[in-house]
Structure formats: C-alpha cells, structure tokens
T-cell receptor
Framework: AQSVSQHNHHVILSEAASLELGCNYS??????LFWYVQYPGQHLQLLLK??????LVKGIKGFEAEFIKSKFSFNLRKPSVQWSDTAEYFC???????????FGTGTRLQVFP | EAQVTQNPRYLITVTGKKLTVTCSQN?????MSWYRQDPGLGLRQIYYSMNVEVTDKGDVPEGYKVSRKEKRNFPLILESPSPNQTSLYFCASSFDRYEQYFGPGTRLTVT
C-alpha cells in the first residue's frame, strides 16, 4: 500500500539552529509532493509543493525541500529556525495516477528562544 | 475572503445519534475532501469528491457518508457514531486535487 513516513515525530531546537525533517514515500511511479504546516490552534496551510522540474523547491517563510527520486525522499529544510516556526509539519504525496492525497503522521517541531 | 468553513467547530454527542458536519467553500473549487486527524496517525482521508455528484472513498470511509449536491457544499454524515470516531475532522477544497485549502476543523467527541 502507498504510504508516507515521517521518522522524526518530535523535534526540539533552539532558535537559529538548522532544521531538516525527513519524509519518505513508498510509490514507484510519478508523484506530486507537498509539505503542509499546522500552527498551534490553526488549520493546515501549504508550505511548499513539487510537481516537476528543479528538485529543490522553495516555499514560504524560508523553507525549502529537496526531492531525491532515487531515495523516494522529500526532506524539508530551513537554515535557521525561529520561535514562530513551532508547529506540526506534514508531508503529503499525491501519486500521479490517483486523486488521493496521502499524509504522513506529522512531525511536531518545538523551537525555544 | 477565500475560505473553507465547517460547522460545528466542536461537538459532543452520544453513540448512535446521527450527526452531520457541514463544509462549505466559496472558491468555486471542484475538488473537496474530508480528513480525520488522530494523534500519531496524522491525517487520513475519509472521502473525496471530484465534482458535483462524484464522490469516492478515501482510506478510512467506514462509518461515514458524504454527498455533493452542490459545488460549494460537502457535508460529512455519521449515521450511527461510535466512540472510535472521536477525532478532529478537516474539510478541504482545491481547484484540482493538489493545493488544498483546509477548513478550521471540527472536534468531535462521541461518548
């Protein structure tokens, strides 16, 4: 079955530290990839997306993600986190021949000043 | 303002009492979807709809029904709720199935 794995369930960082959140998926065909963010008490918002082309995509608020096809990965990165980045982050995959959006279990990020 | 609205935002009910959670979007989106969010399980898709009168099952459809009689509305129906349906529910819509706009969520407790 198609699945999305986020191995980091809870990440705690200090401000200015660098961030990398892992995302791996199990699907051999073409995929569209997304990262969503859920700030405390708010609904999910799209952070960035990858459909095709340059595998390094830039999103809002200084986030970026790299698609590595050979590793079935789409890791999220930010060079220097801020307290306001405290949130839950979800990776999502849309296998190109389906109408479904499959989410990972999420990574809770806590950033301390 | 472009938005997805859900009602009610909070609901406590008892086992077996039918309920409906409404979802409405004002962006003329064709694609709408329902998810439930549970700790440690992330978001799981319940049902989705590609257009009016076109719906399909997601990963966890058991115990739920949906309808899409109008483009803007996509209600989620629990005919006989059970405690294992206690969860946080999100409705989402998109122009296609890709960039989804999420509603604020409905926290349902079934006792």
């Amino acid at each position: 079955a198609q699945s999305v794995s986020q191995h980091n369930h809870h990440v705690i960082l200090s401000e200015a530290a660098s961030l990398e959140l892992g995302c791996n998926y199990s699907y051999g065909g073409t995929v569209n990839l997304f990262w969503y963010v859920q700030y405390p008490g708010q609904h999910l918002q799209l952070l960035l997306k990858y459909f095709s082309g340059d595998p390094l995509v830039k999103g809002i608020k200084g986030f970026e993600a790299e698609f590595i096809k050979s590793k079935f990965s789409f890791n999220l990165r930010k060079p220097s986190v801020q307290w306001s980045d405290t949130a839950e982050y979800f990776c999502a995959v849309n296998p190109d021949n389906t109408d479904k959006l499959i989410f990972g279990t999420g990574t809770r990020l806590q950033v301390f000043p | 303002e472009a938005q997805v609205t859900q009602n009610p935002r909070y609901l406590i009910t008892v086992t077996g009492k039918k309920l409906t959670v409404t979802c409405s979007q004002n962006m003329n989106h064709e694609y709408m979807s329902w998810y439930r969010q549970d700790p440690g399980l992330g978001l799981r898709q319940i049902y989705y709809s590609m257009n009016v009168e076109v719906t399909d099952k997601g990963d966890v459809p058991e115990g739920y029904k949906v309808s899409r009689k109008e483009k803007r509305n996509f209600p989620l129906i629990l005919e006989s709720p059970s405690p294992n349906q206690t969860s946080l529910y999100f409705c989402a819509s998109s122009f296609d199935r890709y960039e989804q706009y999420f509603g604020p969520g409905t926290r349902l407790t079934v006792t």
